[in-house]
């Protein structure tokens, strides 16, 4: 009867256990949650588009003070750079005329929220943010191609998942690189 009771008892224990683990991986998952929605059509950029250079206006961080929005952009810029470069691009030099332009912004949620991305960028992503634990944040990344010939953006993608700001700066910079490949897919290699 004791041994009954006993082994009851640890089979409880571990449903328990099981439970507790099951809802805190599912807060994770949660939290590791991307998604993405482009506009625009690659098609308009040539098939001649070798060279790329950064759009003069197009690079901002909309961040609570604590993060360093120079640190950010110059980061935006080498993962970009990276993820183009793989694909065959290359960084324009100062006598080369671009074919290309890139903007990019980032804004975590609680400096400009859904609708105010929509009314700016003319997307939004939709993530939600039900089931996530408060230590994440809703963040958003766009990147925006511009012909140099135009003031419109010809193809934009607009990415939205979660950070957590006590990682550490290169776990954080890992994801974001992974993030900006993704997000940079559909451009054709040359």
Not at 88 to 99: D, I, K, Q
Request: net charge negative; aromatic share 6%.
């Amino acid at each position: 009867m004791i041994k009954k009771c006993i082994s009851m008892l640890v089979v409880g224990l571990s449903l328990l256990v099981g439970c507790s683990s099951a809802e805190h991986a599912e807060a994770e998952m949660a939290a590791t949650r991307t998604t993405m929605v482009t506009t625009g059509d690659l098609e308009l950029l040539g098939h001649a588009t070798k060279a790329f250079a950064w759009h003069p206006d197009m690079f901002a961080v909309h961040a609570s003070d604590e993060v360093d929005s120079q640190a950010v952009i110059k980061h935006m810029k080498a993962a970009i750079a990276q993820a183009m470069q793989a694909k065959g691009y290359h960084l324009a030099s100062a006598h080369e005329s671009p074919s290309v332009l890139v903007g990019f912004g980032v804004a975590l949620e609680s400096e400009m929220s859904d609708k105010e991305i929509l009314k700016r960028a003319g997307l939004v992503a939709g993530l939600s943010t039900e089931g996530v634990d408060k230590e994440y944040e809703k963040g958003s990344v766009l990147v925006a191609l511009f012909s140099p010939y135009s003031p419109m953006p010809v193809w934009r993608v607009l990415a939205q998942g979660f950070t957590d700001l006590n990682n550490s700066p290169e776990l954080r910079e890992q994801r974001f690189e992974r993030l900006l490949s993704a997000m940079l897919k559909p451009v054709p290699a040359i």
